[in-house]
């Protein structure tokens, strides 16, 4: 389904990448559906005219994206683990949580950012639509609800849970069609002087660090913070307050209030201004960023044939959602991979989507006698280096793909 731009409804948005038509890329395949023909859709990446918002236009229906087996459990890393306690500790400190405020999570997950603010006292809601998730993070001793936000969901809470101080959001609010209706229910369960902080990748780096393997069906937009100012003002509401955070290769934590209740932070104004100085979203900027991610393909495909040419043994080593739109898009087969390796049990066995490589464990590096490891969650490629010492002690290598492909 095409759309119109998600935050200004201007019809008028011009296209500037186009990564070509891919299936959802969480849809890791069982071995018994192998032979059954799966969906591709249309991954293009435009701006729009009006107000600059980068998004895709195409919507993949989240009941396709998000089905009962959907496979994403997040905090799988250490650096996973700790990025979202500290995020709760400084939401605590700066907005002087207690035990009767509450902090609503939407795609909450396991449960892992709320678990930082159980542990420091105050109480917590998750909000996620994914039943076998929800069901860990209710066995993680965190009370979530199975729904999808935006679609209802605040009225029925604030009956059965009142108002939240904070409603938190970590990688959800660029993966939600209808934004309109999120800030809705926002302002229909926030507090007096609650808060909404919502924590995305941010364009500034997906453009300088060359992230464009972070597009995919899930996410829709890509936040910058120019074309939100007017969005959030619509709605009653305003940026507050701004921190950098150097998750998912480096991410905005946005802190979003009704207006007048904060007194804007300085570095709010600072990057806004930035971006208009830095031209970033001017025509020529996008465009140069499409031209850098074709060079990015070719230059990886040459890195992996020559490997191959040279008789070396590939594999991939982890299996995040965006190391699939970099195999499909690149058109990295499993004539190049011999298999993907993950930690995630849920993917073990399956099969990645589309290029259809055996999804395996950390042990088959060695057994295989692979050679070199294409790391794919090359945002955690220190973390995921150091615990493959035996890997490495036999001589092998890492491929990273990103920002320009290289081998350590
Ligand atoms: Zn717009």
Not at 18 to 31: I, K, Y
Not at 201 to 208: E, G, I, K, S, T
Not at 319 to 345: Q, R, W
Request: proline share 5%; net charge negative.
């Amino acid at each position: 389904m095409k759309v119109n731009c998600r935050l200004c409804d201007s019809k008028k948005m011009t296209q500037f990448l186009d990564l070509g038509h891919q299936p959802p890329s969480d849809q890791f395949v069982r071995a018994e559906r192998l032979d059954n023909n799966i969906t591709y859709y249309p991954l293009r990446v435009v701006s729009c005219d009006q107000c600059k918002f980068v998004q895709l236009d195409h919507v993949v229906d989240p009941e396709i994206l998000y089905q009962d087996d959907y496979p994403y459990v997040s905090s799988t890393t250490n650096a996973g683990r700790s990025h979202f306690d500290s995020f709760a500790g400084s939401v605590v400190e700066k907005y002087k949580l207690s035990k009767d405020d509450m902090v609503i999570d939407i795609g909450s997950n396991v449960g892992v950012l709320l678990d930082g603010f159980k542990r420091r006292g105050t109480k917590v809601l998750g909000i996620d639509p994914a039943p076998n998730i929800a069901a860990i993070a209710e066995s993680n001793g965190i009370p979530t609800k199975v729904a999808f936000f935006g679609h209802g969901v605040a009225d029925m809470v604030k009956e059965t849970h009142g108002h939240a101080k904070v409603i938190t959001g970590s990688n959800v609010f660029a993966h939600i069609n209808d934004l309109n209706k999120v800030m809705e229910e926002v302002d229909t369960l926030l507090d007096e002087k609650g808060v909404f902080i919502i924590e995305v990748p941010y364009l500034r780096h997906l453009f300088d660090f060359m992230e464009y393997d972070t597009i995919y069906h899930e996410h829709l937009s890509y936040i910058s913070l120019m074309p939100l100012v007017p969005f959030f003002k619509k709605k009653g509401f305003e940026i507050s307050h701004l921190d950098e955070v150097k998750i998912h290769g480096g991410s905005l934590r946005i802190h979003i209030s009704r207006i007048g209740d904060y007194t804007p932070t300085p570095i709010v104004e600072e990057m806004i201004t930035s971006e208009e100085r830095d031209g970033i979203h001017e025509q020529e900027n996008l465009e140069n960023f499409a031209r850098k991610v074709k060079k990015n393909r070719d230059d990886l495909i040459k890195l992996i044939h020559n490997l191959k040419a040279d008789g070396k043994r590939i594999a991939g080593v982890s299996a995040p959602a965006k190391g699939m739109t970099l195999l499909n898009y690149c058109g990295v087969s499993k004539d190049d991979l011999e298999f993907v390796t993950e930690k995630c049990e849920l993917k073990i066995g399956r099969f990645t989507p589309g290029s259809n490589i055996p999804v395996m464990r950390d042990e088959d590096l060695i057994s295989h006698e692979i050679d070199y490891a294409l790391l794919l969650a090359w945002n955690f490629k220190d973390e995921i280096i150091k615990n493959l010492p035996e890997f490495r002690e036999r001589g092998g290598k890492f491929i990273i793909p990103i920002p320009e492909p290289h081998i350590v």
